[in-house]
């Protein structure tokens, strides 16, 4: 995805005039080409993350359309009263764009692992959360989205899912229907493990990109079926308030993400997925699971 993203936002640099691109040393030689076209569009402000948002802010109220791009522990946990404050209190537009959320950077240690990214942001009022599991997702969304005049929050993978589909900001996707009154939803990435774990089951299949806000109207009619979240990151965090505030049975609602534990292994994404269970067969052990209570 990241090689996507400097496709993407070079082109649209290339076209905007009004977009901004702040690095936070990240990405720095990928956008190489646009720090000698564009000298005075592109800055490398270093890690001084909080001051690089509030750049962004500054921009934002100037007219301008800031892009920030830094690894996720970075750009949300340590400039998130940034974020709060001078973004989205003043109802700024701004596209934060992260890599290496939760653990995709296993090897670095805690220090670079951010799974509590999409939980944290969604406390903050009107900000927009956006998951894309493919590249060409990303893209779409990113086009989309870049100056709808809120502060968004796009999540890059160092993964993708096997296919790319064509999103809508805000809209989910039916990927399988199913009688069995299972509801798997699919978050991101995810989507490749979850058709994996359920290439011969009877499950209903949702799969989302836009985290936040959600598309609930996709669901809303299967209010009394079993709901299967599929996540990227620490568990819960975003569908469960909603659900909650339509009165779902919650007892029916089912959550599989990071644990909120810290990951202190060191190894592959893939050997991290399999020690904490987001791997495809602890997927499918997860859902036979529900499905057999169901």
Same mark, same amino acid.
Not at 31 to 44: C, H, Q, S, V, W
Not at 279 to 286: F, K, Y
């Given at each position: 995805?990241? +090689?996507?993203?400097?496709?993407?936002?070079?082109?649209?640099?290339?076209?905007?005039?009004?977009?901004?691109?702040?690095?936070?040393?990240?990405?720095?030689?990928?956008?190489?080409?646009?720090?000698?076209?564009?000298?005075?569009?592109?800055?490398?402000?270093?890690?001084?993350?909080?001051?690089?948002?509030?750049?962004?802010?500054?921009?934002?109220?100037?007219?301008?359309?800031?892009?920030?791009?830094?690894?996720?522990?970075?750009?949300?946990?340590?400039?998130?009263?940034?974020?709060?404050?001078?973004? @989205?209190?003043?109802?700024?537009?701004?596209?934060?764009?992260?890599?290496?959320?939760?653990?995709?950077?296993?090897?670095?240690?805690?220090?670079?692992? @951010?799974?509590?990214?999409?939980?944290?942001?969604?406390?903050?009022?009107?900000?927009? &959360? &956006?998951?894309?599991?493919?590249?060409?997702?990303?893209?779409?969304?990113?086009?989309?989205?870049?100056?709808?005049?809120?502060?968004?929050?796009?999540?890059? +993978?160092?993964?993708?899912?096997?296919?790319?589909?064509?999103?809508?900001?805000?809209?989910?996707?039916?990927?399988?229907?199913?009688?069995?009154?299972?509801?798997?939803?699919?978050?991101?990435?995810?989507?490749?493990?979850?058709?994996?774990?359920?290439?011969?089951?009877?499950?209903?299949?949702?799969? @989302?990109?836009?985290?936040?806000?959600?598309?609930?109207?996709?669901?809303?009619?299967? &209010?009394?079926?079993?709901?299967?979240?599929?996540?990227?990151?620490? +568990?819960?965090?975003?569908?469960?308030?909603?659900?909650?505030?339509?009165?779902?049975?919650?007892?029916?609602?089912?959550?599989?993400?990071?644990?909120?534990?810290?990951?202190?292994?060191?190894?592959?994404?893939?050997?991290?997925?399999?020690?904490?269970?987001?791997?495809?067969?602890?997927?499918?052990?997860?859902?036979?699971?529900?499905? +057999?209570?169901?």
């Amino acid at each position: 995805m990241r +090689s996507q993203f400097v496709k993407t936002v070079s082109d649209i640099v290339n076209r905007d005039e009004k977009v901004v691109l702040l690095l936070g040393d990240i990405g720095v030689y990928g956008f190489k080409g646009l720090f000698d076209a564009y000298p005075d569009r592109i800055y490398n402000i270093g890690i001084l993350e909080q001051s690089t948002i509030s750049v962004s802010a500054g921009l934002s109220i100037s007219g301008l359309i800031p892009i920030v791009h830094t690894i996720a522990p970075f750009i949300v946990e340590r400039a998130l009263e940034q974020i709060k404050v001078d973004l @989205c209190y003043q109802k700024l537009g701004a596209n934060l764009v992260s890599v290496g959320g939760s653990y995709d950077y296993a090897a670095l240690g805690p220090t670079h692992h @951010c799974p509590g990214d999409v939980a944290i942001l969604n406390q903050i009022p009107d900000i927009e &959360i &956006i998951v894309p599991g493919h590249a060409d997702e990303l893209d779409q969304l990113f086009n989309q989205n870049y100056n709808n005049k809120f502060t968004t929050y796009f999540r890059l +993978s160092e993964s993708n899912n096997n296919e790319a589909y064509k999103v809508k900001f805000g809209k989910n996707i039916t990927i399988q229907e199913g009688v069995s009154g299972v509801v798997i939803i699919a978050i991101g990435t995810m989507l490749k493990s979850v058709l994996e774990a359920s290439a011969d089951l009877d499950v209903t299949i949702i799969y @989302c990109t836009t985290v936040k806000p959600f598309d609930y109207a996709s669901i809303k009619n299967l &209010i009394k079926k079993k709901l299967i979240i599929v996540e990227p990151y620490y +568990s819960g965090p975003v569908l469960l308030n909603i659900l909650k505030e339509d009165d779902h049975p919650l007892e029916h609602v089912v959550n599989i993400g990071v644990p909120n534990n810290f990951i202190n292994k060191y190894g592959k994404k893939e050997e991290i997925d399999k020690m904490i269970g987001l791997d495809a067969i602890s997927i499918r052990a997860r859902i036979e699971k529900e499905m +057999s209570e169901h």
